[in-house]
C-alpha cells in the first residue's frame, strides 16, 4: 500500500476541510486538547490536583464496543467464522464508501502513523490512522508509539491502513456536538487479507482507537496464524520472588474482568515484587532458544475507571496522578474526578458522567468509563517492557468471572489440556461490551470479541504451536469470583492473588504439590498466612456433576464450528 495514493483516495472519498499530519509531540497534545477544551469536547481538570489532565463525556449511546456492528470481511465466510459477522468483502466496501463519501466535511482528518511495538523489534507492526475525532488522536498518543519517528520509518516498512470517522459531517457554520457520533449507522469493518479497517459511527474506546482491538487483535490474529505466532488478549506481567527468581506471565481473562488490576498486582505476601509489561494484549513468538517471548504492542493502558482505588490497584492511582485523560467519570466541585469503589465517599456536588448533578443511587462514573495513561507512568513498568525481543514467557493463565464450578485454579497436564483450558474459558457478561451484564457467555482465549478469524481454526493453531522442539509454558486456569452459598466472594482476589501465583512458582520450580481432579491439577495447599477465614476447600472443589455439565455445555458449544472444530479437542473433552 502507497501511503501518499491512499491518503489521496481517502481525502477524495472523506472530503476533510483540513488534513493534519500528528508529530506525536507533548505541545501537540496539549494544543489539540486545548482546541477540544475550548469548544466544550473536553474539561481540563484542576491543574494543582491532576496536572495535565481532561475529562471527555461521551454520547450515551456511544459507551462501549458494540460487537454488533463488527465485521470480519474475509474473501470466504467460512474464514470468519460463526463468531464473528461477515458480509461479502465487494458489497461492504460498496456501504463503506457511500457511508464515508464526504463523512468529514468541516472537520479535520488526523493522520495517525503509529507503530504497535517498540520501533525498533522485529515483531512490532506499522499502521496508519486517519481520523476526524481530535479524541481518539489524544488517546492513541498514550495508546501507541505515534508522530514523525513512525512517519520516517513507514518508507521502509509496509502499514495496515485504517480510517475512521465519528460519521457526522458538519455543514458550514453548523455547531459541533461535544461528541459527535452516529449510532444508526456504525460499522467497525476488517479486511484481514488487506490488513485494513474501516469503522464509522462510534468514537468510543475499541471501536475509535484502531491499534488496540482491531489492529493488534482482530488484524494481528490473521497475521500470526499465518506466520506462526499469537497474537493475543493477555497482560503481561513479571514477577519475583523473595527469593529473586523473576518469571513473566502471560494471562487471558475478558474484558473488565481485573486484567489492568492483575497486571499491576500489589503482593501481599512480603518480599513479593510485581513489575508489569502490559494489561491487555501480548505478541508472543518462539524464540531461538524454543521459549515464548512476549512484547506489548501497545504503549499505555485504557483501564476501567470504577473499582480502581488504593486497595485494589494502588499503582495505577499513582500513575493516574498527572497526565491522564478520563471518559466518563464523574466530576468533583474542585475539579478532579471520581468513580465508583475509588475508596473515597462521593463528595457533596458530584457531577456525573452525564454532566449533571449526581443523584444517589443511579450511577456517578458510567460502569465502562475509562482511564487513558501511558505504560511510563506506571511506577512499577518493568525494566524489560520496551525491550525489542520481549520477556520469556513462563505460564499462561485463563481466568474468568464465574461464581460458581470453576476452581480458583488449576494446572494442565499438558499443552492440550491447557488449549481446552483456554478454549472452555466462559465468563459472566460485563459492561465493557453492550448486552446483559451477568448472563455467563462462552469466550475462548477471551478472543470471543477479537478474532480475526475462524474460532475453530484459532484452536488448530494454538495446537499447532505447541508441536516441535519448545519450552512450552505451563498453563493454568484460574477464577477469583467464585461465590459462596449467600452470594459472597470466596477469594479476596486482587494483591491476594500473588498466593496462587506462589504456588504457580513452586510448580515452574518442579515443586509444589498437586492433586488430581477432571478439571485439571489442584494445589494441595497455598500460602494463606495473615488471611482468615478462607474456604480453600469450597475455592477449589470441584462438583463431579457440574463440571460434567460444564464439558457437556463445552461439548455443544464445539458443534457450532463444525469440522473446523480440531479432533484433538474433541478427544481431550471426551477424556
Ligand atoms: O475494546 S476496548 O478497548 O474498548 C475495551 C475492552 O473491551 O477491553
Ligand atoms: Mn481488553
Not at 499513582?318 to 471520581?338: E, I, K, M, Q, Y
Amino acid at each position: 500500500m502507497n501511503l501518499q495514493k491512499w491518503l489521496a483516495e481517502m481525502q477524495a472519498l472523506c472530503k476533510p476541510d483540513r488534513i493534519y499530519i500528528c508529530d506525536g509531540s507533548d505541545e501537540e497534545y496539549h494544543r489539540i486538547a486545548e482546541e477540544m477544551v475550548k469548544c466544550g469536547a473536553l474539561i481540563a481538570l484542576n491543574p494543582t490536583l491532576r496536572p495535565r489532565s481532561y475529562l471527555a463525556r461521551s454520547n450515551p449511546e456511544d459507551v462501549a464496543r458494540t460487537e454488533k456492528d463488527t465485521f470480519i470481511c474475509s474473501q470466504q465466510q467460512e474464514d470468519a467464522g460463526p463468531t464473528n459477522n461477515w458480509e461479502e468483502p465487494g458489497l461492504m466496501l460498496q456501504r463503506l464508501k457511500k457511508l464515508f463519501d464526504g463523512c468529514m466535511r468541516g472537520r479535520t482528518m488526523y493522520v495517525v502513523p503509529y507503530c504497535m511495538g517498540p520501533l525498533t523489534s522485529p515483531f512490532s507492526y506499522f499502521a496508519v490512522q486517519l481520523t476526524d475525532s481530535p479524541y481518539a488522536v489524544l488517546n492513541m498518543r498514550w495508546m501507541t508509539r505515534m508522530g514523525s519517528e513512525v512517519l520516517a520509518l513507514l518508507k521502509d516498512h509496509s502499514f495496515s491502513p485504517g480510517v475512521h470517522s465519528v460519521g457526522v459531517p458538519l455543514s458550514p457554520g453548523e455547531k459541533d456536538s461535544s461528541w459527535p457520533c452516529n449510532p444508526q449507522n456504525r460499522l467497525i469493518v476488517h479486511f484481514p487479507e488487506e490488513r485494513s479497517v474501516w469503522s464509522f459511527g462510534s468514537g468510543y474506546g475499541g471501536n475509535a482507537l484502531l491499534g488496540k482491538k482491531c489492529l493488534a487483535l482482530r488484524i494481528a490474529s490473521v497475521i500470526a496464524r499465518d506466520e506462526g505466532w499469537f497474537a493475543e488478549h493477555m497482560l503481561i506481567t513479571g514477577i519475583t520472588s523473595p527469593e529473586g527468581k523473576k518469571h513473566y506471565i502471560a494471562a487471558a481473562f475478558p474484558s473488565a474482568c481485573g486484567k489492568t488490576n492483575f497486571a499491576m498486582l500489589a503482593p501481599t505476601l512480603p518480599g513479593w515484587k510485581v513489575e508489569c509489561v502490559g494489561d491487555d494484549i501480548a505478541w508472543m513468538h518462539w524464540g531461538a532458544d524454543g521459549r515464548l517471548w512476549a512484547i506489548n504492542p501497545e504503549a499505555g493502558f485504557f483501564g476501567v475507571a470504577p473499582g480502581t482505588s488504593e486497595r485494589t490497584n494502588p499503582n495505577m492511582l499513582r500513575a493516574l496522578a498527572s497526565d491522564a485523560l478520563f471518559t466518563n467519570v464523574a466530576l468533583t466541585p474542585d475539579g478532579d474526578v471520581w468513580w465508583e469503589g475509588i475508596g473515597t465517599p462521593p463528595p457533596q456536588g458530584l457531577i456525573s458522567w452525564l454532566g449533571v448533578p449526581w443523584q444517589p443511587g443511579t450511577p456517578a462514573a458510567h460502569p465502562n468509563s475509562r482511564f487513558t495513561v501511558s505504560l511510563k507512568r506506571s511506577p512499577i513498568c518493568d525494566p524489560a517492557a520496551e525491550s525489542p525481543t520481549g520477556v520469556p514467557i513462563s505460564a499462561i493463565l485463563f481466568g474468568g468471572r464465574r461464581a460458581h464450578v470453576v476452581p480458583l485454579v488449576t494446572e494442565a497436564h499438558s499443552w492440550r489440556q491447557g488449549v481446552l483450558m483456554g478454549a472452555m474459558l466462559s465468563s459472566e457478561r460485563t459492561a465493557a461490551a453492550e448486552g446483559l451484564v451477568g448472563e455467563i457467555r462462552r469466550d475462548p482465549f477471551a478472543m470471543l470479541p477479537f478474532c480475526g478469524y475462524n474460532m475453530g481454526d484459532y484452536f488448530a493453531h494454538w495446537l499447532r504451536m505447541g508441536q516441535g522442539e519448545k519450552k512450552l509454558p505451563r498453563i493454568y486456569s484460574v477464577n477469583w469470583f467464585r461465590k459462596n452459598s449467600e452470594g459472597q466472594f470466596l477469594w479476596p482476589g486482587f494483591g491476594d492473588n500473588i498466593r496462587v501465583i506462589k504456588w504457580i512458582f513452586e510448580r515452574l520450580e518442579g515443586r509444589g504439590e498437586s492433586m488430581e481432579s477432571s478439571a485439571g491439577c489442584l494445589p494441595k495447599d497455598l500460602d494463606l498466612s495473615g488471611l482468615q477465614g478462607i474456604d480453600l476447600k469450597a475455592l477449589l472443589s470441584v462438583d463431579q456433576k457440574a463440571w460434567e455439565h460444564e464439558v457437556e455445555e463445552m461439548k455443544r458449544y464445539a458443534e457450532r464450528f463444525k469440522d473446523r472444530f480440531p479432533q484433538e479437542l474433541q478427544s481431550e473433552l471426551s477424556l
